[in-house]
């Protein structure tokens, strides 16, 4: 008698686990352009929103882009254990709210954070089930044409963001997926077919 098929050991497929999908790479790339333009399309898409203690660029508003905070409530969110990770970017700190996005996954739906390499590495410590997302340029001289473009930030900023942008660009075989920012629409495309 077989016993491969006995106690029911029906072949029903494991509960799929929530998703907790990071996308990273260097300032520049256009992570905001590609997540705002899959968010347009599909705003049930959740998106974590990060403290910083930069200043809010023309048009950010609290608690849309980022939660801006000053040094001293960011060094609350650390000491009350608040923030799932957080790193120090081109001389402003940025953290992810923990419960948020605990909940998120907690109510089994999807969670993108867009956050830089450090927080990326420190996901992967934490949470290893995560998947990490590289968004890289098609160039070199494409992504420094697109910060400079950008004109949010001043020449010193860019120079700092630059010289990260080289140590983060050197780090993508660490990531799961690599997709290249040439296209805004099929890279929103396939990173909504990632997060599903
Ligand atoms: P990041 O969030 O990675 O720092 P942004 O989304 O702010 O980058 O994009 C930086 C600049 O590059 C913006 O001016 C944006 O309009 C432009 N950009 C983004 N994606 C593309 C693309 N595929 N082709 C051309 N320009 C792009
Ligand atoms: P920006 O100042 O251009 O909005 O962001 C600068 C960098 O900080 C980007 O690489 C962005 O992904 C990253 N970043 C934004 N929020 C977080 C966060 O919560 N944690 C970490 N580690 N990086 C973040």
Do not use: C
């Not at 705003?43 to 905070?69: C, H, I, M, N």
């Not at 081109?90 to 999807?110: C, F, H, K, S, W």
């Not at 949470?127 to 160039?139: D, G, N, T």
């Not at 400079?148 to 997926?177: N, Q």
């Amino acid at each position: 008698m077989s016993t491969a098929v006995s106690r029911g050991t029906s072949p029903v497929p494991p509960a799929r686990q929530p998703r907790l999908t990071v996308l990273s790479g260097p300032s520049g790339v256009g992570k905001s352009t590609v997540v705002a333009h899959m968010r347009k399309a599909h705003p049930e898409v959740w998106l974590s929103v990060s403290a910083t203690t930069r200043k809010p660029r023309p048009g950010e508003q609290d608690g849309v882009q980022y939660f801006f905070v000053d040094d001293e409530e960011f060094d609350k969110l650390i000491a009350n254990g608040e923030l799932l990770e957080w790193a120090e970017f081109a001389g402003n700190r940025y953290g992810t709210p923990r419960q948020a996005v605990l909940d998120r996954l907690e109510a089994g739906e999807p969670v993108l954070l867009e956050i830089d390499l450090q927080g990326a590495r420190q996901v992967r410590e934490t949470m290893p089930e995560a998947q990490l997302v590289f968004l890289a340029p098609p160039s070199w001289d494409e992504l420094v044409r697109r910060l400079t473009g950008r004109g949010t930030e001043s020449p010193e900023v860019i120079e700092r963001r630059l010289a990260a942008a080289k140590v983060e660009l050197a780090a993508e075989s660490e990531f799961d997926v690599t997709l290249v920012n040439t296209s805004v629409e099929d890279v929103a495309r396939e990173l909504l077919a990632l997060l599903r």
